[in-house]
């Protein structure tokens, strides 16, 4: 499966953002999806992922009250809705997808198929 991240750019402290991770290439909906984030000088860190039917949503707990994951099928996309944005929040979200989730729907190694990432800057 290919993946393309967009949506990132720059914003101020307290917008709201939209990223979409739009896959091409496989049966989609088979397909389990992560949200990753690498801030400046920070490892890879966990955002969200959802499975391949929408039907379980994993978010990190550190953004549970401000990030929603979400996906359509039938347009091969899966979104992350970002309210609230802080200057924390700045990094390179990256999405991954993969059919064989082993780790629990948290991990890295849970997805081989990872899109180039969008660069989210917030701004103080």
């Known amino acids: 499966v290919q993946l393309q991240a967009f949506g990132g750019g720059l914003v101020q402290t307290g917008d709201s953002l939209r990223l979409s991770c739009a896959a091409s290439?496989?049966?989609?909906?088979?397909?389990?999806v992560g949200w990753f984030r690498q801030a400046p000088g920070k490892e890879r860190e966990f955002v969200a992922s959802?499975?391949?039917?929408?039907?379980?949503?994993y978010v990190a707990d550190s953004q549970k009250d401000r990030f929603t994951i979400s996906r359509d099928n039938s347009k091969n996309t899966v979104y992350l809705q970002m309210v609230s944005l802080k200057p924390e929040d700045t990094a390179v979200y990256y999405c991954?997808?993969?059919?064989?989730?082993?780790?629990?729907?948290?991990?890295?190694?849970?997805?081989?198929?990872w899109g180039q990432g969008t660069l989210v800057t917030v701004s103080s």
């Open positions: 290439g496989t049966t989609f909906s088979t397909y389990a």
């Open positions: 991954a997808a993969d059919n064989n989730i082993r780790f629990g729907y948290r991990s890295e190694r849970d997805f081989s198929s």
């Open positions: 959802i499975t391949g039917s929408g039907g379980s949503k």
